[in-house]
């Protein structure tokens, strides 16, 4: 079967080869494992929660309606960290693809975490879509404003955690000449390195990315990942280290950081802000293409 449904999981299976296949947490929608060919290619922590107890670390978490802890605004400030997307159990709609192998789910407030949508108490409608390609992995997103008088605001990020084979013989490519913002830092500037690399915790944002940029992990020479966004202008580009990790409870191995590097896909510099009735789609594309290098224009 191309598509299996258990009580908290949905997984589905390449009709060509299933050992090319993906599964789906219905708490938070998250993706916890795509393998290609029977390679996983996203990490997971050995000790994350899949019992729905709290949210998944690894895998593609969802992010909304905000990212990190707002502290300014006066609704979504009072949400934790990343908001309630990844603290709810979505609704399994069902498939609507058979090749690729397509399916969707949904939340609004009458699903969602009843303790968050007491602190947020908006009128929205998600879709996740996720296909399986045979060579790929797309999640899409739509939001919708349900309102009739108010306007949505709201930051969404796909919190993707990719696999790798060692930390320090890995860069990221094709993010020179693009403006960040460094999260240790606090601080704004151009990236002039001609790639992004790690010996260190790293947490930027990467603001703006032209749309055309194919973000690339790249190990030994070898592109191992190749992300593309849809209406994504932001990048976050995050790795632990040594300390951060260590004090994780829920990252293990504690050496795990070496194995990861979070490449995600977002819209966080700025709020998206839907009128009554509005939506928004955007979605990411993971794939292992052919090295592309993508010099400043």
Request: proline share 6%; charged share 25%; aromatic share 10%.
């Amino acid at each position: 079967m191309a598509i299996e449904e258990t009580e908290t999981q949905v997984i589905l299976s390449h009709p060509s080869d299933s050992s090319t296949n993906v599964t789906i947490l219905k708490y938070g929608a998250t993706v916890f494992s795509w393998k290609l060919y029977g390679q996983e290619q996203l990490w997971l922590s050995t000790a994350a929660k899949l019992d729905g107890s709290k949210p998944v670390r690894g895998g593609i978490p969802l992010v909304f309606p905000v990212f990190g802890k707002n502290e300014s605004d006066p609704l979504l400030s009072k949400l934790p960290q990343h908001g309630l997307a990844r603290n709810s159990t979505w609704e399994f709609l069902g498939q609507v693809k058979s090749n690729p192998p397509t399916v969707q789910f949904g939340l609004n407030p009458k699903l969602s975490n009843p303790e968050m949508t007491k602190l947020w108490s908006e009128d929205f409608n998600l879709i996740l879509t996720v296909e399986l390609g045979s060579d790929y992995l797309k999640t899409e997103i739509e939001v919708e404003n349900l309102s009739s008088s108010k306007e949505l605001k709201f930051n969404w990020l796909f919190h993707t955690y990719l696999k790798i084979p060692d930390i320090e013989d890995t860069m990221i490519s094709n993010l020179v000449g693009m403006k960040l913002y460094d999260q240790l830092l606090k601080e704004s500037f151009v990236d002039k390195h001609p790639c992004v690399t790690f010996h260190g915790e790293k947490d930027v944002i990467y603001q703006n990315v032209e749309a055309d940029r194919v973000i690339q992990v790249v190990n030994q020479g070898k592109p191992v990942h190749t992300v593309k966004r849809v209406n994504l202008p932001d990048s976050v580009v995050w790795n632990p280290w040594i300390e951060k990790s260590g004090g994780m409870g829920d990252f293990e191995p504690k050496t795990g950081y070496k194995e990861m590097v979070c490449v995600e896909p977002g819209h966080v510099h700025d709020f998206v802000v839907l009128s009554p009735g509005e939506k928004w789609t955007a979605a990411q594309i993971l794939s292992k293409d052919e090295l592309k290098y993508q010099a400043i224009q």
